[in-house]
């Protein structure tokens, strides 16, 4: 019984995902408007939420040095947006020039709001929020107030396409679902493996059992996946940039030092600062970064757009937020894993999907993500309380 509460505990949105796919599947079906999980519709959910997922990883690192939050990501989206449209569209400028001084201008925004928040000590909601006014506006002055359409196809290809490229529906199926095999196998032994290396170390893990159970069921989502992707077009190019994004921030988090500094801070920042850990540094990189994915995201933006308009990132800052504290993230803190960000990111996505199908009001759709997140973090508040009593 006590293994069982401590499976639910540690994957409760997990379940909530794949409960909250399966109810949307019913109630689709039910009203006769196809299915949920219809191939198309799969990809289409991949495309709708690659920004969000890559957002939610930089707010993560932001959130963890002690809960502060970045309100300016989606000002420094519609920026770099803004200046990939002039570059491409107005200036007609080689493609891969555009991408590098658009990874180079969210970077530097980022490091300049990283600089007020780690050295001069300015709170970072007041930087952040004023960094939304001034990126929004600066990014409306470039546009204009005009949207920038189209982007021409050797741009759209990075972001757009699909893998493999073939006619063959047979081959690409196979394709897709001897990917997701091999995926299934890594996972499958990366997870045991660790395991091993714990029980070696003297560290406490958990039932084998369950992380088989728990690995199956894994195993079994990624190769029903894949089976959709491989009955459409293939794997989207923006999953595999995503992917990337998710496995390297998830390895630095987990096995670097400063990755754990990051947690440290969350935890007790000035306990970190006297171990000789260096907080400004940390807090100007965790800024900086944020600054870096938001260029990566405004990229992916554009091309699923094909365009570049001066609405472009509006509440994305706050899409990324829920994410972060749907996914488990603690908002004192030093508590959230890039895994429950995915999750979190993947959860809203389904929402926004589901009763966008179904006819739910957009207003009533705000309304219930609102409510979601509020949840969540009086979640995390109550079991913080009753850890402490």
């Not at 939610?56 to 920026?79: E, K, Q």
């Not at 600062?273 to 940390?282: F, P, V």
């Not at 800052?317 to 960000?341: H, K, N, P, Q, R």
Request: proline content about 3%; some cysteine.
């Amino acid at each position: 019984m006590q293994r069982v509460k401590s499976f639910l505990k540690e994957n409760t949105m997990l379940i909530a995902l794949i409960v909250a796919v399966i109810l949307f599947q019913i109630l689709i079906v039910a009203a006769g408007k196809g299915s949920f999980l219809k191939p198309q519709n799969v990809s289409n959910i991949i495309a709708q939420n690659s920004y969000v997922v890559i957002l939610a990883t930089g707010m993560l690192l932001c959130i963890l040095t002690g809960g502060n939050i970045d309100l300016s990501v989606g000002a420094v989206v519609a920026l770099v947006g803004a200046v990939a449209g002039t570059m491409i569209i107005n200036m007609h400028m080689n493609v891969y020039l555009t991408i590098i001084t658009c990874i180079l201008v969210g970077t530097g925004i980022g490091a300049i709001q990283a600089y007020c928040i780690a050295y001069i000590g300015i709170p970072p909601f007041i930087v952040t929020l004023g960094g939304m006014l001034l990126w929004r506006g600066i990014a409306q002055v470039i546009l204009n107030g005009m949207t920038l359409a189209p982007y021409p196809p050797e741009y759209l290809r990075y972001f757009t396409s699909f893998l493999p490229k073939t006619d063959n529906n047979a081959f690409l199926l196979a394709v897709t679902l001897v990917v997701a095999a091999i995926i299934c196998i890594a996972v499958v032994v990366i997870s045991v493996t660790g395991r091993a290396k714990k029980i070696k170390k003297g560290y406490t893990v958990g039932s084998l059992s369950v992380l088989l159970t728990k690995l199956a069921v894994i195993s079994a989502a990624i190769m029903y996946f894949a089976y959709l992707l491989g009955n459409y077009k293939g794997y989207p190019v923006v999953l595999i940039l995503v992917a990337i994004v998710v496995l390297a921030y998830s390895y630095f988090t987990r096995n670097t030092v400063p990755g754990r500094y990051l947690y440290a801070m969350g935890g007790n920042a000035k306990a970190a600062r006297l171990s000789g850990i260096n907080t400004k540094k940390m807090l100007f990189f965790a800024y900086t970064n944020m600054g870096f994915l938001c260029a990566i995201a405004a990229l992916v933006c554009i091309a699923r757009f094909n365009s570049s308009a001066p609405s472009l990132g509006d509440m994305y800052e706050l899409d990324a937020i829920g994410a972060c504290f749907i996914g488990g993230a603690s908002a004192y803190g030093g508590v959230g894993t890039v895994g429950g960000a995915v999750i979190g990111a993947i959860f809203m996505g389904i929402m926004n999907n589901g009763m966008s199908i179904l006819g739910v009001d957009a207003n009533w759709q705000k309304a219930v993500k609102g409510f979601i997140v509020v949840a969540a973090v009086a979640l995390d508040v109550i079991t913080k309380r009753k850890v402490k009593s």
